[in-house]
């Protein structure tokens, strides 16, 4: 993923450690598992969310164009 965030001008990579699940950002965003990635659209909505998302994304790049 960072690969794609160093070659792109509409992809962000945004890194979150989370040292405990009991944390306000892991509630905040619902994080119940690592990986985890959240998708947003160039209109700021959230359009897919959770572990398989980031396997989807390292799989093939290109699929988040269709955001």
């Known amino acids: 993923m960072e690969a794609a965030d160093a070659q792109s001008d509409f992809f962000e990579l945004r890194e979150i450690d989370i040292t405990d699940?009991?944390?306000?950002?892991?509630?905040?965003?619902n994080i119940r598992s690592i990986p985890h990635c959240m998708i947003y659209g160039r209109d700021?909505?959230?359009k897919e969310?959770?572990?398989d998302v980031c396997w989807a994304v390292?799989?093939?790049p290109s699929a988040l164009l269709r955001y």
Request: glycine residues 16%.
């Open 58 to 60: 390292v799989e093939n």
């Open 49 to 51: 969310s959770g572990p």
């Open 21 to 29: 699940w009991d944390s306000s950002v892991a509630g905040q965003y």
């Open 44 to 46: 700021g909505e959230l």
